[in-house]
Protein backbone atom coordinates (compact mmCIF):
# COMPACT_ATOMS: atom_id res chain seq x y z
CA UNK A 1 0.00 0.00 0.00
CA UNK A 2 1.49 3.14 -1.50
CA UNK A 3 1.98 6.68 0.45
CA UNK A 4 -0.20 7.94 -1.86
CA UNK A 5 -3.21 5.97 -0.99
CA UNK A 6 -2.99 7.23 2.75
CA UNK A 7 -3.04 10.03 1.73
CA UNK A 8 -5.85 10.11 -0.62
CA UNK A 9 -7.82 8.50 2.11
CA UNK A 10 -6.76 11.08 4.61
CA UNK A 11 -7.41 13.74 2.46
CA UNK A 12 -11.15 12.17 1.40
CA UNK A 13 -11.73 11.79 4.96
CA UNK A 14 -10.90 15.20 6.08
CA UNK A 15 -13.40 16.48 3.04
CA UNK A 16 -15.90 14.55 4.72
CA UNK A 17 -15.50 15.69 7.87
CA UNK A 18 -15.50 19.52 6.58
CA UNK A 19 -18.94 18.76 4.81
CA UNK A 20 -20.58 17.61 7.81
CA UNK A 21 -19.21 20.12 9.41
CA UNK A 22 -20.98 22.52 6.97
CA UNK A 23 -24.27 20.48 6.85
CA UNK A 24 -24.39 21.05 11.01
CA UNK A 25 -23.51 24.85 10.17
CA UNK A 26 -26.15 25.17 7.40
CA UNK A 27 -28.81 23.02 9.80
CA UNK A 28 -28.74 20.22 7.40
CA UNK A 29 -29.23 17.39 10.06
CA UNK A 30 -32.17 18.48 12.08
CA UNK A 31 -32.00 15.73 14.33
CA UNK A 32 -28.80 17.37 15.69
CA UNK A 33 -29.79 20.56 17.93
CA UNK A 34 -29.16 22.44 20.36
CA UNK A 35 -25.98 20.63 22.48
CA UNK A 36 -26.10 17.20 20.37
CA UNK A 37 -25.26 20.07 17.35
CA UNK A 38 -22.24 21.03 19.58
CA UNK A 39 -21.34 17.63 20.66
CA UNK A 40 -20.78 16.44 17.15
CA UNK A 41 -19.16 19.42 15.61
CA UNK A 42 -16.66 18.71 18.31
CA UNK A 43 -16.09 15.13 17.30
CA UNK A 44 -15.83 15.72 14.47
CA UNK A 45 -13.23 19.03 15.08
CA UNK A 46 -11.33 16.24 17.11
CA UNK A 47 -11.36 14.31 13.77
CA UNK A 48 -10.02 17.33 11.78
CA UNK A 49 -7.47 17.43 14.16
CA UNK A 50 -6.66 14.09 13.72
CA UNK A 51 -6.44 13.86 10.08
CA UNK A 52 -4.11 17.24 10.14
CA UNK A 53 -2.07 15.33 11.94
CA UNK A 54 -1.65 12.27 10.13
CA UNK A 55 -1.30 14.06 6.80
CA UNK A 56 1.70 16.36 8.37
CA UNK A 57 2.91 12.66 9.71
CA UNK A 58 2.92 11.83 6.05
CA UNK A 59 4.81 14.29 4.64
CA UNK A 60 7.24 14.85 7.30
CA UNK A 61 8.08 10.85 7.32
CA UNK A 62 8.31 10.35 3.36
CA UNK A 63 9.50 13.60 2.02
CA UNK A 64 11.71 14.89 4.77
CA UNK A 65 13.10 12.46 7.25
CA UNK A 66 12.53 10.06 4.23
CA UNK A 67 11.64 7.23 6.33
CA UNK A 68 7.88 6.03 5.40
CA UNK A 69 7.54 2.51 6.70
CA UNK A 70 4.42 0.36 6.31
CA UNK A 71 4.36 -1.01 9.73
CA UNK A 72 2.15 2.92 10.70
CA UNK A 73 -0.34 2.04 8.40
CA UNK A 74 -2.81 1.31 11.15
CA UNK A 75 -2.23 4.01 12.95
CA UNK A 76 -2.56 6.19 9.88
CA UNK A 77 -6.28 4.97 9.59
CA UNK A 78 -7.52 4.71 13.12
CA UNK A 79 -6.09 7.98 14.60
CA UNK A 80 -8.44 10.54 12.82
CA UNK A 81 -11.05 7.80 14.72
CA UNK A 82 -9.42 8.23 18.12
CA UNK A 83 -8.92 12.02 17.57
CA UNK A 84 -13.02 12.05 17.13
CA UNK A 85 -13.62 10.22 20.44
CA UNK A 86 -11.28 12.67 22.07
CA UNK A 87 -13.52 15.80 20.25
CA UNK A 88 -16.48 14.14 21.65
CA UNK A 89 -14.73 13.99 25.06
CA UNK A 90 -13.13 17.10 25.06
CA UNK A 91 -16.50 18.74 25.04
CA UNK A 92 -17.73 17.09 28.35
CA UNK A 93 -14.87 18.04 29.76
CA UNK A 94 -15.23 21.67 28.90
CA UNK A 95 -18.75 21.62 29.29
CA UNK A 96 -18.53 20.35 33.06
CA UNK A 97 -15.92 22.82 33.90
CA UNK A 98 -13.36 21.01 34.61
CA UNK A 99 -11.74 21.82 31.72
CA UNK A 100 -11.30 25.62 31.45
CA UNK A 101 -10.84 27.44 28.34
CA UNK A 102 -10.08 30.64 30.07
CA UNK A 103 -12.50 32.69 29.61
CA UNK A 104 -15.75 33.63 31.32
CA UNK A 105 -18.76 31.92 29.16
CA UNK A 106 -21.26 34.48 28.19
CA UNK A 107 -25.23 32.83 27.37
CA UNK A 108 -24.74 34.41 23.92
CA UNK A 109 -21.35 33.47 23.10
CA UNK A 110 -20.46 31.00 20.17
CA UNK A 111 -18.68 27.60 20.89
CA UNK A 112 -15.77 28.43 18.65
CA UNK A 113 -13.75 27.96 21.63
CA UNK A 114 -15.19 24.80 22.54
CA UNK A 115 -14.52 23.55 19.03
CA UNK A 116 -10.53 24.83 18.88
CA UNK A 117 -10.31 22.86 22.13
CA UNK A 118 -11.94 19.92 20.35
CA UNK A 119 -9.25 20.63 17.41
CA UNK A 120 -6.12 20.79 19.57
CA UNK A 121 -7.74 17.78 21.26
CA UNK A 122 -7.84 15.24 17.54
CA UNK A 123 -4.67 17.28 17.10
CA UNK A 124 -2.95 16.01 19.90
CA UNK A 125 -4.32 13.44 21.17
CA UNK A 126 -1.02 12.01 23.83
CA UNK A 127 -1.01 15.55 25.27
CA UNK A 128 -4.92 15.73 25.83
CA UNK A 129 -5.07 11.99 27.57
CA UNK A 130 -2.34 12.86 30.23
CA UNK A 131 -4.40 16.46 30.50
CA UNK A 132 -7.76 14.17 31.29
CA UNK A 133 -5.72 11.70 33.71
CA UNK A 134 -4.52 14.52 35.10
CA UNK A 135 -7.65 16.39 36.03
CA UNK A 136 -8.88 12.24 36.94
CA UNK A 137 -5.59 12.09 39.46
CA UNK A 138 -6.80 16.03 41.37
CA UNK A 139 -10.76 15.66 41.12
CA UNK A 140 -11.12 12.00 41.92
CA UNK A 141 -7.91 10.41 42.68
CA UNK A 142 -7.36 8.26 39.75
CA UNK A 143 -3.78 7.32 38.89
CA UNK A 144 -2.28 7.68 35.29
CA UNK A 145 -2.26 4.98 33.09
CA UNK A 146 0.98 2.96 31.85
CA UNK A 147 0.10 5.07 28.59
CA UNK A 148 0.82 8.48 30.21
CA UNK A 149 4.07 7.29 31.78
CA UNK A 150 7.52 7.84 30.01
CA UNK A 151 8.59 4.19 29.19
CA UNK A 152 12.05 2.64 30.39
CA UNK A 153 14.89 4.18 28.31
CA UNK A 154 12.47 6.73 26.99
CA UNK A 155 14.12 10.33 28.08
CA UNK A 156 11.44 12.99 28.97
CA UNK A 157 10.98 16.31 26.90
CA UNK A 158 10.49 19.45 27.77
CA UNK A 159 8.36 21.78 26.44
CA UNK A 160 8.54 22.06 23.13
Known amino acids: MS ?90 FVKSGLLLLGAQKKPDASDLGIWAVAFLAGLNVDKFMAKIEAIGHSVWGIEPSRQSAPQKGEATKSNE
Do not use: H
Not at 29 to 38: H, I, S, V
Open 3 to 92: VWFVAIWLLVEAALIVWALFGIALGAFPWLAGELQTASACALFGALGGCAYCLRGIYINKCVNQRWDLSWLPWYFIRPFVSMIFGGVSYL
